[in-house]
């Protein structure tokens, strides 16, 4: 009997404000976890809630989440450097990405916001993502002196590199993976001490160097002007798919599904934004029929995948947990020269 793909939920816990802000900031999307919470109870999912800062120090905001945790949530860590203490640095676009900022501000701002979460929840996390997906290596070995175990940050198959100077994830694993802090976050690592859960991104073609290599073509940046890629997956030819409601159907999502359980990966991770869930708030929900309309997505997608395949609802530490053996032997492999990233740009 083969075993149930994993399936795990990640929510970026975060301000109202779309926009990198410092002053302004409101948390008022919070006020709809409990609904969603109902939604997941139904399911059987068991989400992971990515909190930032600036939620956590808003007792309101936390006592939602507090709630949520006593149901069999995990509460993670979420950083947007922009307002998390300390600000010691220019408020600029570039300064955005966490892996932009000095190695000694971006071990403080993991410190700062480690503490306050520990304060407002009563234990400290051990799963994080980094806000705009802004990992790097000096990042790596901050988590890893603050207690993680497990990050999330890494979006395979894509490039930040071209959105205020943020990382490249081309040639990253699809599968979890170990990371080190002296090494390539894409690159796994047999003796790395942080393991890395990827957000689950990849193609409507099966997996194959080929269809690869021709998406990266048609994204680089002389023929982005032709739309040559948009012209591609509207005639069916070639599509990148993320398994985020936000972005792509329910019907991409399923064909996403399919490409990994073909592929053997071992777990689903869906992911999207908690300002998705109150109108006008994100470009992904302007309206409301357009929140309603991703509560259906998620029901229908949950529902779907578990008529596709037996599904065990798991956190992103209890996936990470499950998994660790696949990485340990997924690092071997790839310390072996098997692979390497191709660090060719995707945008």
């Not at 609904?35 to 989400?47: N, T």
């Not at 306050?116 to 790097?136: D, E, K, N, S």
């Not at 490409?259 to 998705?276: K, M």
């Not at 357009?290 to 008529?307: C, D, H, P, Q």
């Amino acid at each position: 009997m083969s075993k149930p793909t994993l399936l795990i939920v990640s929510i970026d816990t975060e301000e109202d404000n779309w926009r990198p802000s410092r002053d302004g900031i409101t948390v008022e999307n919070i006020r709809e976890l409990p609904r969603l919470d109902a939604l997941f109870q139904r399911l059987g999912v068991r989400a992971t809630y990515f909190t930032t800062y600036q939620v956590a120090i808003h007792d309101w905001a936390a006592g939602i989440l507090r709630e949520l945790h006593g149901g069999g949530a995990e509460l993670g860590a979420h950083l947007h450097p922009w307002n998390t203490p300390p600000l010691d640095e220019p408020f600029v676009p570039r300064n955005t990405m966490l892996k932009n900022l000095p190695a000694a501000l971006q071990l403080a701002k993991v410190e700062h916001l480690t503490a306050t979460l520990q304060r407002a929840f009563g234990g400290r996390p051990i799963a994080f993502r980094t806000g705009r997906y802004g990992l790097g290596r000096e990042t790596v070995s901050a988590l890893v002196r603050c207690g993680y175990r497990v990050d999330s940050s890494v979006t395979p198959f894509v490039s930040w590199e071209e959105y205020d100077d943020g990382p490249t994830f081309i040639g990253a694993p699809l599968r979890p993976y170990r990371v080190s802090e002296h090494a390539d976050v894409r690159v796994p690592q047999p003796d790395g001490q942080l393991m890395e859960l990827p957000m689950s991104i990849g193609y409507s073609r099966p997996p194959s160097l080929p269809w690869r290599g021709l998406h990266r073509l048609l994204s680089i940046r002389a023929l982005r002007r032709l739309h040559l890629r948009g012209v591609a997956a509207r005639v069916g030819l070639l599509k990148r798919i993320a398994l985020s409601p936000e972005t792509d159907s329910v019907e991409d999502m399923l064909t996403l599904t399919r490409r990994l359980l073909d592929a053997g990966v071992g777990h689903l991770h869906l992911f999207f934004h908690s300002p998705s869930l109150r109108p006008g708030l994100s470009q992904f929900a302007p309206d409301e029929d357009s929140v309603e309309g991703m509560y259906r997505a998620i029901a229908s997608y949950v529902e779907a995948a578990g008529r596709m395949t037996a599904l065990r609802f798991v956190t992103v530490s209890e996936a990470a947990m499950l998994l660790r053996d696949v990485a340990l032997a997924r690092a071997t492999e790839v310390s072996g020269g098997f692979r390497q990233p191709v660090p060719l740009r995707d945008g």
